[in-house]
Structures are given as structure tokens and as C-alpha cells.
């Protein structure tokens, strides 16, 4: 019974769109700026860089709370890595906008991070190299994701999480599939700091 409620409330806590209701504070409807995402990097480009930051940490938080509560409590990795994939969904598809959400990368950021760290830190590796290369926080995002499951695999992660970080990675990679036509057609908007 504990599982399946933490279950429910890892979901509603993923569900919370923190870059939306950060953005709406300052009276902005992020729906209508930039890509029109929840996420922080168009927060950050159509809010500033304080409120991006600040969502960035809030869907952080959104990930790495709820599986950091069910270790505590000794839940099975299978329970653990289940527990995680339903914050990261509620990001992704959340309840409370038509199940229209982000795309996940920094929720998924805070669930590796409470279940795969060793992997997550290669990961943040790749993500800042390729960033640094070619400019693109989507392609960094991509390639970091596609990079992850492999990571966790060869730091000896538990197969529950390496499955979990799969099933993340395939999602994370499909909601960037506006973003992959941009690169292709050399029209993905560069990062600037």
C-alpha cells in the first residue's frame, strides 16, 4: 500500500510544472513564449536566467525527492526505479495541463541522479561537451539521454534503474522530435549564456 501511494504522489510531484507557475509569478504564460515548453532552458530564455535556474532546480527536486524517499524506506530497486519513471511522468505528462508537459531532462536529471550517480556525473560530462562544441542544449540533452542507459550499465547499476533510464532516454529522445527537424534543417536556436 505504501508503494502504490508513493506511486501517486511521486507522479503528482512530477506533475507540478514548476517553470510554468514560476514564470506566471512574474506574470508571464511560458505556454506562449519562446517553444512555448515548460522546461527551464526556455525559461531561462524567455524569463532570465534566475527563473530558468530556478526551474531547473525545481524539476530537479521533482526527481530525486521521491526516490530518494523510497530508499529511505527500503523499497526494492524495482520499486525504487517504478517510483522514479512516474515523477519523471508526471513531468512529461502531467495531470494538471492536459498531459502536455515538458520533456523531461531535468526531472530525469533528479531521478538518475538518486539512482544512477556515477552515471549521471558521465552523463553531465557528455552533456557539457557537446553543449561547449556545437552550442545546442537540445543535442546536449539528446546525446547525454542516449548516453546514460550505457552508463549505468558499465558503473554496475542495478538493471531495475538501467531499464528505467532506458525507458526515459527512448521518451526524452521522442519529445525532442521538433527539435532533431531543427537540427537537421539548421534552424535549432543556439544557447547563449
Known amino acids: 500500500m505504501n508503494e502504490i501511494l508513493l506511486l501517486v504522489g511521486a507522479y503528482l510531484l512530477g506533475s507540478v510544472p514548476t517553470g510554468l507557475l514560476l514564470a506566471r509569478s512574474m506574470g508571464i504564460n511560458i505556454r506562449e513564449c519562446g517553444s512555448g515548453n ?43 526505479a517504478a517510483i522514479g519513471l512516474a515523477a519523471f511522468l508526471g513531468h512529461v505528462y502531467t495531470v494538471f495541463l492536459g498531459f502536455k508537459g515538458g ?10 541522479l538518486g539512482t544512477a550517480p556515477l552515471a549521471v556525473l558521465f552523463g553531465i560530462a557528455v552533456f557539457a561537451a557537446v553543449l561547449y562544441k556545437w552550442r545546442y542544449v537540445s543535442l546536449a540533452s539528446i546525446s547525454a539521454a542516449a548516453c546514460i542507459p550505457v552508463l549505468a550499465w558499465a558503473t554496475c547499476t542495478p538493471r531495475e534503474t538501467i ?3 532506458f525507458v526515459i532516454a527512448v521518451i526524452v529522445i521522442l519529445k525532442h522530435h521538433e527539435n ?5 534543417a539548421g534552424t535549432e536556436n543556439k544557447f547563449k549564456a
Open 38 to 80: 515548460i522546461g527551464a532552458t526556455n525559461v531561462y530564455r524567455t524569463a532570465g536566467k534566475k527563473l530558468g535556474i530556478m526551474t531547473l532546480v525545481g524539476d530537479c527536486l521533482k526527481g530525486v525527492i521521491p526516490v530518494l524517499v523510497a530508499q529511505a524506506l527500503g523499497l526494492s530497486p524495482v520499486w525504487v
Open 103 to 112: 520533456k523531461g531532462v531535468a526531472t530525469a536529471l533528479g531521478v538518475l
Open 163 to 165: 531499464v528505467m533510464a
Open 180 to 184: 532533431i527537424a531543427r537540427l537537421r
